[in-house]
């Protein structure tokens, strides 16, 4: 978008542009009051320079007539009016602890290049969706579960935690490494939620319930993604909370990578994606940026069009680890 676009809507939006140049634009302090100060001030001193021109004249027109007014008292009067009025303003300066009453705001210098890339991306926030991928707006969902680990917890990934699991993606082919997380036999088809537990039905029809541990481990979600149409694209098998269960760990990851390679999130950065995947009205979305670079060690200002798969596979464990997946019971059930 051209610096005269950006300046209109600037201006609209009630901003006070002072300047601008090829690169930054330079903004008056939003977080300034001093210019409703101002305004109030200049009125004020009209009104007090009005009603002293009134005590003049009425003086004036009293000593014509013969009053005996001693003008010396008057002026004198009249002197410690404005003199209390002129300390007024060194006295709540003082008070501040700044030049409250200064001439002009402090002045904020903004990149052109950093308005554009907002306004990029929330052009393609905005740009009109491929109806077969519309799901990956509504069916995400970060749990933000208060039985999770806290973002700024989250374990760094280090010796003696979970091995990574890798990931291959190359258009619709996504293959993980498996990492089963039932029984070595189970080949769960269904799933329920039992109280606070999920159950797991397996295609002979043998059960095995998980119990304790995260929802994001119950549920074999490592993400956290929302029971949707685009769940069961990705394998889920059922829902419990409702959020997706998938039959393994290694379905549960795919799905992850799945939506951060498609069209809705490919174009945008990793904080872009990150915000979108744990938004702020139900996230604390900046410890989540903070976490994701730690965890990782990838700027969030990558697009994740640029990650090669070992990358991405770093951001997919990394969410896995900021989710939550916490380990607890598997049980055979019996009957």
């Not at 394998?235 to 909370?241: D, E, F, L, R, V």
Request: include cysteine; glycine fraction near 8%.
């Amino acid at each position: 978008m051209n610096t005269d676009t950006i300046l209109r809507l600037l201006e609209n939006s009630g901003f006070h542009v002072l300047k601008s140049d090829s690169q930054f634009l330079y903004l008056e302090d939003p977080s300034c009051i001093l210019r409703s100060f101002e305004t109030f001030i200049e009125y004020a001193w009209v009104v007090i320079v009005c009603i002293t021109g009134l005590l003049l004249f009425g003086w004036a027109i009293s000593m014509i007539r013969g009053a005996k007014n001693d003008l010396f008292i008057n002026l004198r009067n009249l002197t410690i009016i404005f003199g209390i009025l002129a300390a007024v303003g060194p006295i709540v300066n003082l008070i501040w602890g700044d030049d409250l009453f200064a001439r002009g705001c402090r002045t904020i210098t903004v990149s052109v290049a950093d308005v554009n890339e907002i306004l990029d991306m929330r052009k393609l926030e905005f740009a009109p969706e491929n109806q077969y991928a519309i799901y990956e707006h509504l069916d995400i969902y970060d749990s933000g579960a208060p039985h999770n680990v806290p973002y700024s917890d989250a374990p760094l990934m280090a010796a003696g935690n979970p091995p990574e699991i890798s990931v291959t993606v190359s258009g619709d082919n996504n293959t993980w490494l498996p990492q089963p997380s039932g029984p070595a036999s189970a080949n769960p088809t269904s799933a329920h939620e039992s109280s606070r537990d999920v159950i797991y039905t397996n295609a002979d029809g043998s059960r095995y319930r998980k119990t304790g541990g995260s929802r994001a481990w119950r549920n074999t979600n490592p993400g956290n993604i929302r029971y949707s149409e685009f769940s069961r694209r990705m394998g889920a098998i059922g829902q419990a909370g409702g959020f997706a269960v998938f039959p393994d760990e290694d379905t549960g990851m795919r799905a992850i990578a799945a939506l951060l390679r498609s069209n809705s999130y490919n174009q945008l950065t990793i904080a872009g994606a990150i915000s979108r995947y744990a938004p702020p009205t139900e996230n604390d979305t900046a410890a989540y940026h903070r976490r994701i670079q730690e965890l990782t060690g990838l700027s969030i200002n990558r697009r994740m069009n640029e990650l090669s798969d070992t990358e991405l596979n770093r951001v997919v464990n990394a969410i896995r680890t900021i989710e939550g997946w916490q380990v607890g019971r598997t049980e055979i059930v019996r009957g």
